[in-house]
Structures are given as structure tokens and as C-alpha cells.
């Protein structure tokens, strides 16, 4: 059974940092991609960054370029999100998800990963 274990979110000053670690487990990630979505109140949840288990393959959203780097640790099983400079707009809740590893690409739909973490809080103040 695949898992999903999020942590280090937090309260963060803008211009701030964060890493956000998810731990993944149950089976082999090598065909699968890995990424971070965000929800806040009363918005669709957000794709953020997602990578390829295997490989160099790794895509953002516009809003959060330079600013964000995901990044894995295949000895460990995690997947990080580094955040830097950041922005009251960023406050939101993050989620790691994977997909069913079919995709050659690197898909940016929530709809197209099926397995979720239980989300961490990351709230920017001003």
C-alpha cells in the first residue's frame, strides 16, 4: 500500500524559507512521478512541482520558478520542496501525491495522480 507522509511545513515571515520533505513507501517509485500540489479555502487545488523518479525531468508552475526546487532522495524515499522567498500568496496547503507511473511526461492535473499525502499547512505572513 503506497504511502504519502508529509512534513516541515510551518510559519514562515515573506522572504522566508522552507523545505518540505515527503517520505513515500509501499512500493518502487522508478516509473512514477512524484509531486507538490496546494489548496487554499474556496480555490482548486494547484498544481506546484512535480518530478520523474527516475531521471533529470522536473516541471513548476510559472509562479513559482527560481523560487522553488523539488528534488529527491532515492537512498531515502523522499521527495523535498525547497521554498525560498517567500510570498504571503503562497500560503496554502501542500500536498506530495504520486501518480500510477504510466506517464512519459510529467503530468500537472491533480487528476492524474491517485495516491496523496495528508497535507502540511505552509502559511506566509506579511
Known amino acids: 500500500q503506497v504511502q504519502l507522509v508529509e512534513s516541515g511545513g510551518g510559519l514562515v515571515q515573506a522572504g522566508g524559507s522552507l523545505r518540505l520533505s515527503c517520505a513515500a513507501s509501499?512500493?518502487?517509485?522508478?516509473?512514477?512521478?512524484l509531486g507538490w500540489f496546494r489548496q487554499t479555502p474556496g480555490k482548486e487545488r494547484e498544481f506546484v512541482a512535480a518530478?520523474?523518479?527516475?531521471?533529470?525531468?522536473?516541471s513548476y508552475v510559472d509562479s513559482v520558478k527560481g523560487r522553488f526546487t523539488i528534488s529527491r532522495d532515492n537512498a531515502k524515499n523522499t521527495v523535498y520542496l525547497q521554498m525560498n522567498s517567500l510570498k504571503p500568496e503562497d500560503t496554502a496547503v501542500y500536498s506530495c501525491?504520486?501518480?500510477?507511473?504510466?506517464?512519459?511526461?510529467?503530468?500537472?492535473?491533480?487528476?492524474?495522480?491517485?495516491?496523496w499525502g495528508q497535507g502540511t499547512q505552509v502559511t506566509v505572513s506579511s
Open positions: 501525491a504520486a501518480d500510477r507511473g504510466l506517464h512519459v511526461g510529467i503530468p500537472r492535473d491533480y487528476d492524474e495522480y491517485v495516491y
Open positions: 509501499g512500493r518502487s517509485f522508478s516509473t512514477y512521478t
Open positions: 518530478l520523474r523518479w527516475s531521471g533529470e525531468s522536473t
